[in-house]
């Protein structure tokens, strides 16, 4: 048990190196409160791991705890889905920023705007995820890729063999991520 909470321990200090290095290049208070945001984020999600004693935890469980900011303007709708810890704490962080961005730029900008979230699963290993944002401000796509760009492709390809695309329509941003080997064995 010792190893494992030691492994657990220093994986989640490689994360916790990443964001600080990339949210605080640039330095400033903005870029402090980046940091503080996702290291936020990154405990939410071990304090739902740690309540279920790290065996694993619910896509809706987390999409609720990392959106709570946000329930008002939120629907959250699919199956029980029981996730790994590490699928679990990497889509809380890949949520954090899809909703970070949404209050910046999107939907959860403006106090109309709305954030509706349906998976399902397509087999045993495949887990189709669908973020669509709607009466927000118009969308166009980004003039460049964050930190938080970069950390959602990582996550994916890294801890969720998996991808995303995006549609930046006028009406509002449509991300899919399609996520592979995420459920908990």
């Known amino acids: 048990m010792i190893n494992e909470l030691n492994h657990r321990v220093k994986n989640t200090l490689v994360v916790v190196q990443s964001l600080a290095r990339h949210s605080l290049r640039d330095g400033g208070a903005l870029g402090l409160r980046q940091f503080n945001e996702r ?71 403006r106090e109309a705007g709305r954030v509706t979230v349906e998976w399902r699963s397509e087999s045993r290993v495949r887990t189709v995820i669908r973020w669509t944002e709607r009466d927000g401000p118009t969308v166009s796509p980004p003039q460049r890729k964050g930190f938080g760009s970069r950390l959602v492709a990582a996550s994916l390809k890294g801890e969720l063999a998996g991808s995303a695309t995006f549609d930046y329509a006028p009406e509002g941003l449509t991300c899919v991520l399609t996520i592979l080997a995420a459920t908990k064995a």
Not at 47 to 70: F, M, N
Not at 85 to 106: C, D, Q, R, W
Request: proline share 7%.
């Open 39 to 109: 290291i936020h984020a990154l405990a939410s999600a071990h304090d739902l791991l740690t309540r279920r004693s790290w065996e694993g935890a619910d896509l809706g469980d987390i999409l609720s705890e990392t959106l709570r900011p946000y329930a008002a303007q939120v629907a959250l709708s699919g199956p029980p889905l029981p996730l790994s810890p590490n699928a679990a704490v990497a889509l809380a962080m890949i949520f954090h920023e899809l909703a970070t961005n949404a209050s910046k730029y999107g939907a959860l900008s």
